[in-house]
């Protein structure tokens, strides 16, 4: 069963923290994606990769950075955490030119 | 400014009945569109897609229709059935990158037994 798998489903943080989601998938698919969803507000991109060490920015990126050192592992790190990226982050992947995402099960974050 | 509309945030079905949801976009760009559906506590997942060459697209009790004049596509389910109670993400992504896949806010469908 193939799989895309966020390491925290909760975490609870604070204002200025350093804040690491992980994901990793094992369909070997070349692209991989980090969104946020928030109430009305649908799924917004991030960042996104194309390969190993590469990535682009989304549409709103700013407060975040991500690394993709293994094509497997895509990494999104907030350098301080702030309380209006209090959301929901979904990982997704997908092989390369179908835009069918293959999601993680979310990590919903709360920054206090 | 959202270019994937979904102004309908939430809709409720009789169970047997068509389910119809509705998306518009902005972007004439955009060449491939997609339904997502998620159910609480899930990651979305995806449902159907269709191309801009075509105006229908179908998987079983799923249809999805497009009209490109209009920038419109909608979804039909028949006959809904309560499991596909869920929020339903309409999505499109350009020809110059199918891979960046923009989203519309979702529509809460709920499926009245």
């Known amino acids: 069963d193939v799989k895309v798998t966020q390491s925290s489903r909760y975490l609870v943080k604070r204002t200025g923290e350093k804040v690491f989601l992980e994901c990793v998938q094992d369909m070997d698919h070349e692209n991989m994606f980090w969104y946020r969803q928030d109430p009305g507000l649908g799924l917004r991109l991030i960042y996104f990769?194309?390969?190993?060490?590469?990535?682009e920015k989304g549409d709103i990126p700013e407060g975040y950075s991500v690394s993709r050192e293994k094509k497997e592992r895509f990494s999104l790190i907030l350098e301080s955490a702030s309380t209006n990226q209090t959301s929901m982050y979904l990982c997704?992947?997908?092989?390369?030119?179908?835009?069918?995402?293959?999601f993680g099960e979310g990590s919903r974050l709360t920054v206090l | 400014d959202q270019q994937v509309k979904q102004n309908s945030p939430s809709l409720s079905v009789q169970e047997g009945r068509i389910s119809i949801l509705n998306c518009d976009y902005t972007?004439?760009?955009?060449?491939?569109f997609l339904w997502y559906k998620k159910y609480p506590a899930e990651g979305p997942t995806f449902l159907i897609s269709i191309s801009s060459i075509k105006d229908k697209n179908e998987d079983g009790r799923f249809t999805v229709f497009l009209n490109k004049s209009a920038k419109h596509l909608s979804l039909h389910i028949v006959p809904s059935q309560p499991g596909d109670s869920a929020v339903y993400f309409c999505a499109a992504s350009p020809k110059t990158s199918y891979d960046k896949v923009i989203f519309g806010p979702g529509t809460s469908l709920s499926v009245i037994p």
């Open positions: 990769s194309y390969d190993v060490k590469m990535k």
């Open positions: 997704a992947s997908s092989p390369q030119n179908t835009g069918e995402l293959f």
């Open positions: 972007n004439s760009m955009f060449d491939y």
